[in-house]
C-alpha cells in the first residue's frame, strides 16, 4: 500500500482559534501573493457589546451613564440600547459566533498593554492577507431606529471616543468612518467637529435603517465641513424587521435580503434627485453592504424615469446614473450569478475599477475573501489592485506599501 | 492511490470525525450510523473548511394536505455545514443541498482490522 505524510486533526471547541479557522483563507493569501500588494477592507466589525462596561464609562451624561450601566447587570431582560430582532448565526450554524469565547479568554490572557479588540482584529486581517481594516460596530448598527434621540447621540459621543482612544490611538493598521449620530443634526455636526481629526478616523458613517430624509437642510452644514475637510460620509446597510413593509416577511433570509439594499436605495434617491451631488459636488460618498445589484438596478430605474420628470429634480445637469458612477461602493456580499457575464455588467455599470472597494464584513456569517475580487477573469491588473486597496488608499490617504503578516 | 491512517475503528463514536491532511489535500473523514464518509475539506464557495461545522438533519417545511404550511421540523437525512457561510451539504452524497450541481469530491475509506484509513 503507498503511504503519504499525513496528518490527522480531531476537532475541539476548546481548539479553536481564529486563526485556524481561516487557515484556508491564509493559504489563498499566499497562494496569490497577497504579501506584493496593498489589501484595504473597507468594512469589517468587532461587538463592541462585547465591552460595553468599558463603553458606557465614556458617556457624558452622568443620568444616561448611570441608566446603561444599571440596564446592562440586567443580562437577559430588557436594556436601555435595545437590540435587533434576527438570528445571524443561522441557527447556530456559523459556529465562530459561538467559539469566539474561547478566542476572547486567550487573548485576555495574553495580557496586552492594548485592548483585545485589537489583537483580535489584527489577528484575522494577517489570516486574510489585510493590511487596514475599516472598523465598525455590530449592535449599534440598529441605533438609529432607538426611540430616544439623546440615547443615541449619548451612545455615539462614548463609543467614539471609547474607539479612538483604546483602538484606534493604538493600532495603525486598523482605521474608522465614525458613527454619526444622524438623528440629531446639530449632533452631527459636532461628531465631525470633534473627532475628525482624531487618529486613524478616516470618515464618518450614518447607519441606513433609520427614518430621516438625508436631503433635510438640517444636514447641510454637515455636508459642507466633511466636503471641506475631504473626508467621506458612507452609509452602512442594516435592516429593520419592524419597518412596515418587511414586517411583512417571515425568514431572515428574506429580510437580510431585502432590508441590506431597502434603506441604502431611500437614501441613494433622495441623496441624487434633490441635487446633492451638485450641491457638494467634491463630498465622497461610500455605500457600504448593500452588495452591488442594487446599484445596477437603481440606475436604470432613476435613469428611465428621470428623462420623463426632469422637473421632479431641476438641480440635476446628468442622469442619475451618472452621478451615482461616481460614488464609491463597497463590495460585500458580492452576488456571484453562475452566469459571470451579468456580474461583469454590474462592475461595468458602478465603473467599479475606480469606485468599487473590497470589503470583508468579517466576522458577520456572510463575509468575503479577497479572493472574490482576486479571481475574476475580467479586471484589468490596476482594476483588480484598486478594487483590493489603492481607490481605498487614496480616499482615506493611507500609505500603499503592504504591511500585512500573513502567517 | 496512497492510504492515509484515519483512526482506530474502536476510536470513533457515532458522530465523530477526523480531519486528514495529506500532501496538499484535506480530507473530511465522518462516523455517521455505521458508515465512513469522506470528502474534500475545502468548500464548494470559498474554499472554507467544509468538513468541520456543524452535523444537523435537514429542514423541511411541513405542507398540510390542502397546501397550507404547518411549520417546519428535521428530516431524518444528515447534513454538515460549512463554517464559514453555511453551505450545507448532505452527508452520504457530498452534494451542495443548495444547488445540486455542486459536490464536494469524495474518497474512498478502507477499514483493515481494526484501522481505518482513506483513500487520498
Redesign the interface.
Known amino acids: ?11 475541539a471547541a476548546e481548539d479553536y482559534s481564529t486563526a485556524q ?1 481561516l ?3 491564509s ?2 493569501a499566499r497562494e496569490r501573493n497577497y504579501q506584493d500588494f496593498l489589501i484595504v477592507d473597507v468594512d469589517a466589525h468587532h461587538y463592541e457589546s462585547e465591552s460595553y462596561k468599558d463603553v458606557f464609562e465614556y458617556i457624558e451624561s452622568p443620568v444616561i451613564r448611570r441608566q446603561a450601566v444599571e440596564s446592562a447587570k440586567r443580562g437577559g431582560r430588557a436594556s436601555m440600547l435595545g437590540g435587533q430582532i434576527g438570528y445571524q448565526d ?7 459566533h459561538e467559539l469566539r469565547r474561547h478566542d476572547i479568554r486567550r487573548h485576555d490572557k495574553l495580557g496586552a498593554p492594548h485592548h483585545r479588540d485589537v489583537g483580535m482584529t489584527l489577528e484575522w486581517m494577517d489570516a486574510m492577507g489585510v493590511d487596514y481594516s475599516c472598523l465598525f460596530p455590530t449592535p449599534m448598527l440598529f441605533l438609529g431606529l432607538h426611540p430616544q434621540v439623546e440615547v443615541e447621540v449619548a451612545m455615539c459621543r462614548a463609543y467614539n471616543a471609547w474607539l479612538c482612544e483604546r483602538v484606534l490611538a493604538v493600532e495603525p493598521r486598523i482605521i474608522s468612518m465614525l458613527y454619526l449620530p444622524f438623528n440629531d443634526p446639530e449632533a452631527a455636526y459636532k461628531t465631525v467637529k470633534d473627532f475628525g481629526d482624531k487618529k486613524g478616523v478616516v470618515g464618518f458613517m450614518v447607519t441606513s435603517p433609520r427614518y430621516k430624509p438625508v436631503h433635510d437642510n438640517a444636514y447641510v452644514k454637515t455636508y459642507a465641513l466633511l466636503e471641506e475637510m475631504g473626508k467621506p460620509i458612507a452609509f452602512h446597510a442594516a435592516y429593520n424587521w419592524n419597518d412596515q413593509s418587511l414586517s411583512l416577511t417571515n425568514r431572515f433570509i428574506s429580510v437580510h435580503a431585502l432590508g441590506f439594499m431597502w434603506f441604502n436605495m431611500v437614501h441613494m434617491t433622495n441623496w441624487v434627485i434633490n441635487g446633492l451631488p451638485e450641491r457638494f459636488p467634491k463630498l465622497k460618498v461610500m455605500w457600504i453592504e448593500s452588495g452591488l445589484t442594487w446599484a445596477y438596478c437603481l440606475m436604470q430605474r432613476l435613469d428611465h424615469s428621470y428623462m420623463m420628470r426632469t422637473s421632479d429634480c431641476p438641480s440635476l445637469k446628468r442622469k442619475p446614473s451618472e452621478y451615482m458612477r461616481e460614488m464609491y461602493y463597497s463590495s460585500q456580499p458580492m452576488e456571484k450569478p453562475r452566469d459571470r457575464s451579468i456580474l461583469e455588467a454590474t462592475f461595468k455599470m458602478i465603473n467599479a475599477e475606480t469606485q468599487l472597494m473590497w470589503s470583508s464584513d468579517y466576522p458577520h ?5 479577497p ?2 475580487i482576486y479571481d475574476l477573469p475580467f479586471l484589468s491588473e490596476s482594476g483588480r489592485r484598486n478594487i483590493l486597496g489603492g481607490t481605498a488608499a487614496k480616499v482615506f490617504g493611507l500609505d500603499p506599501k503592504p504591511v500585512k503578516k500573513i502567517p | ?7 482506530k475503528a474502536s476510536e470513533m463514536q457515532d458522530g465523530d ?7 496538499s489535500a484535506e480530507i473530511g473523514v465522518f462516523y455517521k450510523d455505521g458508515d465512513y464518509f469522506a470528502y474534500s475539506n ?1 468548500c464548494v464557495h ?4 467544509a468538513c ?3 452535523m ?1 438533519n435537514r429542514v423541511v417545511d411541513v405542507i398540510g394536505p390542502d397546501r397550507s404550511y404547518q411549520g417546519q421540523t428535521f428530516s431524518d437525512d444528515v447534513h454538515f ?1 460549512c ?4 453551505y ?1 451539504f448532505e452527508l452520504k452524497t457530498g452534494e451542495c443541498v443548495g444547488d445540486r450541481r455542486l459536490r464536494l469530491k469524495k474518497f474512498d475509506v478502507v477499514r483493515r482490522g481494526d484501522d481505518i484509513f482513506v483513500v ?1
Open positions: 500500500m503507498d503511504m503519504v505524510r499525513s496528518e490527522v486533526r480531531k476537532l479557522h487557515e484556508h483563507a493559504q489563498q443561522i441557527g447556530g450554524r456559523i459556529i465562530r456569517w456572510d463575509f468575503d475573501l479572493s472574490v | 492511490m496512497p492510504e492515509c491512517f484515519v483512526a470525525r477526523r480531519i486528514v491532511v495529506a500532501g475545502y470559498s474554499g472554507g473548511p468541520e461545522g456543524l444537523i455545514v463554517p464559514w457561510h453555511g450545507e487520498a
